[in-house]
């Protein structure tokens, strides 16, 4: 099909990405739905900021690996509230 994206690892499920966290490298399976979050555009854009746009071994956040897991499970709380009020 002339596409050059890989197909995504058999352990990230449809609807999810794989990033790679702080200074060890942690990989991290998030919900895509995240991105959108202001909390997740600052990041992004700070790791654009510190490790710029050519990510050949995956996404790097710079985070540490508990204030993100923190922040994924905040924002996974949010989004189970919103789905049970609609």
């Known amino acids: ?14 609807g999810y ?4 966290v702080g200074e060890e490298r942690r ?6 739905r995240h991105l959108s979050h ?3 555009k600052a990041l992004l854009e700070k790791a654009a900021e510190e490790f710029g746009f050519d990510h050949k ?6 985070c540490d690996v508990v ?7 905040k924002l996974d709380k949010a989004s189970e509230r919103r789905l049970i009020r609609e």
Not at 17 to 20: D, F, H, I, N, P
């Open 1 to 14: 099909n002339g596409s050059s994206c890989a197909a995504a690892p058999y352990d990230v499920p449809e």
């Open 17 to 20: 990405l794989a990033v790679y």
């Open 27 to 32: 990989r991290c399976v998030m919900s895509a």
């Open 38 to 40: 202001p909390w997740f």
């Open 57 to 62: 071994e995956g996404l790097r956040l710079p």
């Open 67 to 73: 204030a993100f897991k923190l922040m994924v499970e």
